[in-house]
């Protein structure tokens, strides 16, 4: 029953090493969302994606990127990951246009640590 | 521009016991206004919103909350706690109505403990 999927559920990365953290849904909702929340933090938006429109946060440093290949799935890379990069990062979905009925789907999480 | 401050981070109540946790916001706006429950190792789900009409909203599991924009609060209630009302809650503001747009300003957290 699992809406939206994200793997892993825990990662463990080096400092500087090029990670990517997945997410997908089989709600087939045309918007998806990366938020990154830190240990007692509210969960911050990073970006989403309108079908393929990338909508980056103004605050969001480049070292974060993202793809969604399709309406299914959706990446979060980190270039070069720093200890400050250590969070939980929470993918959403939505389906824009839906009305009343619209709103977001969370995922688990995957929790990323940076050594 | 938005921003939601929750009052307490921890709020350890009995089982049994009124739950009451408190958000405050500000809004340029009219505002949309969204509580949210995480429990442990999950993620996000709502519990309820409002964005314009009755101004005491019902939500799942028996919590309520009522919009006082005199007073910029939103405060999440419930008459008695259950055990498996432990969790982390969230109040999230919008200036859209559902929020869809991923334009959600979260507050940090109320972190809510259950004593039997």
């Known amino acids: 029953d699992a809406m939206v999927i994200q793997n892993p559920r825990y990662q463990v990365t080096q400092f500087g090493k090029p990670v990517t953290l997945s997410c997908s849904q089989t709600l087939n909702h045309n918007v998806m969302y990366w938020y990154q929340q830190k240990s007692s933090q509210a969960p911050k938006l990073l970006f989403h994606?309108?079908?393929?429109?990338?909508?980056n946060e103004a605050d969001t440093p480049d070292n974060f990127q993202s793809r969604r290949p399709n309406t299914s799935f959706c990446f979060l890379d980190i270039r070069s990951p720093g200890l400050g990069d250590a969070a939980m990062y929470l993918c959403?979905?939505?389906?824009?246009?839906?009305?009343?009925?619209?709103?977001?789907?969370f995922g688990s999480g995957t929790q990323l640590s940076v050594l | 521009a938005q921003s939601v401050t929750q009052l307490g981070s921890h709020v350890s109540v009995s089982e049994g016991a009124l739950v009451l946790l408190r958000c405050n916001y500000s809004s340029s706006v009219p505002p949309y206004l969204f509580w949210y429950v995480q429990y442990p190792n999950q993620g996000l789900q709502l519990l309820l919103k409002y964005t314009t009409g009755a101004t005491l909203v019902k939500g799942i599991n028996g919590f309520e909350a009522e919009f006082k924009k005199s007073e910029t609060s939103f405060h999440l209630t419930k008459p008695s706690a259950h055990m498996s009302d432990a969790a982390e809650y969230f109040c999230?503001?919008?200036?859209?109505?559902?929020?869809?747009?991923?334009?959600?300003?979260f507050g940090k957290g109320t972190k809510l403990s259950v004593k039997p």
């Open positions: 994606y309108y079908d393929k429109d990338f909508n």
């Open positions: 999230a503001v919008s200036a859209y109505p559902l929020g869809s747009q991923g334009n959600l300003i």
């Open positions: 959403a979905t939505s389906r824009r246009g839906a009305g009343e009925n619209e709103k977001l789907f």
